[in-house]
């Protein structure tokens, strides 16, 4: 519909092309402005003339033409607001949102996205920094698949470096075998932080954790073996958090990935004049671009992160052939991709501008008892633990007698951290407050899933009907106010996912869901679904159905299932 009043407009103005106008054309907020409203103002340069008399001059010109899909066209005050005929509007529109699929599409068919997210530390707690990258790449993924990209999730774990040298250190002399087997991570924090103590009163401490990295650099079979205990036992946590939220990876391809990678790059950047020896040290100088230099080596001649991730970068081209790299990180490095992406736009590969960092904002407690940056962890498995214990609550408290209240309070629980993390743009900061994230009436997860475990019932009452396959629906009884919005509005998913993608942002997609959850209870509050008339009930009902599947298909793309009775 949209395309056909852009095609009425053009043969009226010869001004704007047809990208123009459909980029001016709005859905007003109120219905009495009309289905569609035309700004003149962007005219009145053109043909010199009050854009109010060129509304009137156009909407006249309309007028005497007699569409038959345009009921009525005003012009107000340099609009002009044009009135579908709602019978073949709500025709056109419900066969389209009733297709299979509907929002997928393949223009990304035949093109690579790597996506570069979670990456936690090894023998770090998982916190929920790196729960928002987790959601936020998960979420990335689905988006870009569903518009037929082939996707490469990869996590690129923190599973190398001179931190490991430290433990090594640590746990020779302070570790016992049994402590770490049976509490995992929080012991190698524990003795990590103690290092950390003693290497203030014992600076040698500092060298022997740098002999052990370089060792493990060199393949020492001692110190690989150590350290690869502490990953197996951190991946064992880490896991547990990925399957609570359902997220799998294509490749655990972490830092340690790269240490027999790392030599090519600096043999490339040499190549290439690049390396400039900086008191032991090897850089790439960056001030030329108001950046401090990129370190390649380090004076014992240990690779270092941003090594790695060149070296990531070469493997991943020749690997996955990507037409786009992306990186989901803390907005803190911010810098460190900039200068990885300027060493490879420096050794003259052009697909230096397929490479995008994508950060984010802090997360922290409302009432900012906890954050991030003051060094007070949140860690996400606790969140989420909690989360779902107080769904739990919720759930007997108004409604103990539903079956498989444990798994619904997962779905649920789980759910509102992931939506709510991803309701605000990505920059913004995340802030925990229990009563709003929870609350059933909010903008909230467990509200759009709510909405949809209600549109299950209503196909419950209505005997299960198997509306799928009823044929020859009749549309045209579907005129109504708040169906006709409810349907306009999900007519917009294919443009919503697309819009996410191309800005790389899921809370677009979050925003859309609720739109429609909200329009669907404005629509089931007027408009009786179970009636004796047929036709009408039918109709409806394959609304129910589109609104139900597009909630289902929005929610999946933020990486939330939806209950079908909670
Ligand atoms: N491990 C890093 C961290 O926790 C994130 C890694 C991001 N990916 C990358 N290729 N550098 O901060």
Same mark, same amino acid.
């Given at each position: 519909?949209?395309?056909r009043? /852009?095609?009425?407009?053009?043969?009226?103005?010869?001004?704007? /092309?047809?990208?123009?106008?459909?980029g001016?054309?709005?859905?007003?907020?109120?219905?009495?402005?009309?289905?569609?409203?035309?700004?003149?103002?962007?005219?009145?340069?053109?043909?010199?003339?009050?854009?109010?008399?060129i509304?009137?001059?156009?909407?006249?010109?309309?007028?005497?033409?007699?569409?038959?899909?345009?009921?009525?066209?005003?012009?107000?005050?340099?609009?002009?607001?044009?009135?579908?005929?709602?019978?073949g509007?709500?025709?056109?529109?419900?066969?389209?949102?009733?297709?299979?699929?509907?929002g997928?599409?393949?223009?990304?068919k +035949?093109?690579?996205?790597?996506?570069?997210?979670?990456?936690?530390?090894v023998?770090?707690?998982?916190?929920?920094g790196?729960l928002? /990258?987790?959601?936020?790449?998960?979420s990335?993924?689905?988006i870009?698949d569903?518009?037929g990209?082939?996707?490469?999730?990869?996590?690129?774990?923190?599973?190398?470096?001179?931190?490991?040298?430290?433990?090594?250190?640590?746990?020779?002399?302070?570790?016992?075998?049994?402590?770490v087997?049976?509490?995992?991570?929080?012991?190698?924090?524990?003795?990590?932080?103690?290092?950390?103590?003693?290497?203030?009163?014992?600076?040698?401490?500092?060298?022997?954790?740098?002999?052990?990295?370089?060792?493990?650099?060199?393949g020492?079979?001692?110190?690989?073996?150590?350290?690869?205990?502490?990953?197996?036992?951190?991946?064992?946590?880490?896991?547990r958090?990925?399957?609570l939220?359902?997220?799998?990876?294509?490749?655990?391809t972490?830092?340690s990935?790269?240490?027999?990678?790392t030599?090519?790059?600096?043999d =490339?950047?040499?190549?290439?004049?690049?390396?400039?020896?900086?008191?032991?040290a090897?850089i790439?100088?960056?001030?030329?671009?108001?950046?401090?230099?990129?370190?390649?080596?380090?004076?014992? +001649?240990?690779?270092?992160?941003?090594?790695?991730?060149?070296?990531?970068?070469?493997y991943?081209?020749? =690997?996955?052939h990507?037409d786009?790299?992306?990186?989901?990180?803390?907005?803190?490095?911010?810098?460190?991709?900039?200068?990885?992406?300027?060493?490879?736009?420096?050794?003259?590969?052009d697909?230096?501008?397929?490479?995008?960092?994508?950060?984010?904002?802090?997360?922290?407690?409302?009432?900012?008892?906890l954050?991030?940056?003051?060094?007070?962890?949140?860690?996400a498995?606790?969140?989420?633990?909690?989360?779902?214990?107080?769904?739990?609550?919720?759930?007997n408290?108004?409604?103990?007698?539903?079956?498989?209240?444990?798994?619904?309070?997962?779905?649920?629980?789980?759910?509102?951290?992931?939506?709510?993390?991803?309701?605000?743009?990505?920059?913004?900061?995340?802030?925990?407050?229990?009563?709003k994230?929870?609350?059933?009436?909010?903008e =909230?997860?467990?509200?759009?899933?709510?909405?949809?475990?209600?549109?299950?019932?209503?196909?419950?009452?209505a005997?299960?009907?198997?509306?799928?396959?009823?044929?020859?629906?009749?549309?045209?009884?579907?005129?109504?106010?708040s169906?006709?919005?409810?349907?306009k509005?999900?007519?917009?998913?294919?443009?919503?996912?697309?819009?996410?993608?191309?800005?790389y942002?899921?809370?677009?997609?979050s925003r859309?869901?609720?739109?429609?959850?909200q329009?669907?209870?404005?629509?089931?509050?007027?408009?009786?679904?179970?009636?004796?008339?047929?036709?009408?009930?039918?109709a409806?009902?394959?609304?129910?159905?589109?609104?139900?599947?597009?909630?289902?298909d929005?929610?999946?793309?933020?990486?939330i299932?939806?209950?079908?009775?909670?």
């Amino acid at each position: 519909m949209k395309d056909r009043i /852009t095609e009425v407009l053009l043969q009226e103005i010869d001004a704007l /092309t047809k990208e123009e106008i459909e980029g001016l054309l709005e859905v007003p907020k109120k219905a009495d402005m009309g289905d569609y409203a035309f700004p003149c103002f962007r005219l009145a340069k053109a043909y010199r003339k009050a854009p109010n008399l060129i509304s009137q001059e156009i909407t006249e010109k309309i007028r005497e033409k007699n569409y038959d899909f345009i009921e009525k066209i005003e012009n107000v005050g340099g609009y002009i607001n044009v009135f579908l005929d709602k019978e073949g509007y709500a025709k056109s529109l419900m066969e389209k949102i009733c297709q299979d699929n509907y929002g997928s599409s393949d223009i990304g068919k +035949g093109k690579t996205v790597c996506i570069d997210y979670s990456s936690p530390n090894v023998a770090k707690n998982f916190h929920v920094g790196h729960l928002r /990258t987790t959601i936020i790449g998960n979420s990335l993924y689905k988006i870009f698949d569903k518009l037929g990209y082939h996707v490469e999730r990869i996590n690129h774990l923190g599973d190398w470096g001179t931190q490991f040298g430290k433990l090594i250190v640590a746990y020779k002399k302070w570790g016992s075998k049994e402590e770490v087997e049976e509490k995992g991570i929080e012991e190698l924090m524990k003795i990590y932080v103690k290092f950390h103590e003693e290497a203030e009163k014992d600076p040698s401490l500092d060298d022997q954790a740098r002999e052990w990295f370089v060792k493990m650099e060199q393949g020492d079979e001692e110190a690989l073996s150590i350290w690869q205990w502490f990953k197996d036992i951190s991946l064992v946590e880490y896991k547990r958090i990925y399957k609570l939220l359902g997220i799998e990876f294509d490749h655990y391809t972490g830092e340690s990935f790269y240490r027999d990678k790392t030599q090519a790059v600096v043999d =490339t950047l040499n190549e290439h004049h690049l390396l400039v020896e900086s008191d032991g040290a090897y850089i790439v100088p960056l001030d030329e671009y108001n950046m401090a230099p990129c370190l390649i080596t380090k004076k014992d +001649g240990s690779s270092i992160y941003a090594t790695r991730d060149l070296a990531a970068l070469f493997y991943r081209k020749d =690997t996955y052939h990507f037409d786009k790299c992306l990186y989901v990180t803390g907005l803190e490095q911010k810098l460190h991709f900039a200068q990885v992406f300027k060493v490879i736009e420096l050794l003259g590969y052009d697909w230096y501008k397929d490479l995008d960092h994508i950060p984010y904002g802090l997360v922290s407690m409302e009432g900012g008892k906890l954050s991030t940056r003051s060094g007070n962890v949140i860690y996400a498995e606790e969140i989420l633990h909690e989360s779902i214990s107080k769904i739990y609550e919720i759930i007997n408290e108004k409604n103990p007698d539903l079956p498989d209240k444990e798994k619904v309070s997962r779905i649920v629980g789980v759910g509102a951290i992931i939506f709510n993390d991803l309701y605000n743009q990505r920059i913004k900061d995340v802030i925990f407050n229990w009563d709003k994230i929870l609350n059933f009436d909010g903008e =909230t997860g467990p509200y759009v899933q709510y909405t949809y475990a209600r549109c299950a019932s209503v196909f419950r009452k209505a005997g299960n009907v198997d509306i799928d396959s009823v044929k020859d629906i009749d549309y045209k009884v579907l005129t109504e106010e708040s169906t006709m919005a409810l349907i306009k509005d999900i007519e917009r998913f294919p443009a919503v996912i697309q819009d996410a993608a191309n800005k790389y942002e899921p809370f677009i997609i979050s925003r859309f869901v609720m739109s429609v959850a909200q329009h669907f209870n404005k629509f089931y509050h007027d408009c009786q679904i179970n009636v004796d008339d047929e036709n009408v009930k039918m109709a409806r009902l394959k609304v129910v159905r589109a609104a139900m599947n597009t909630l289902k298909d929005g929610l999946d793309l933020l990486g939330i299932s939806c209950p079908e009775q909670m």
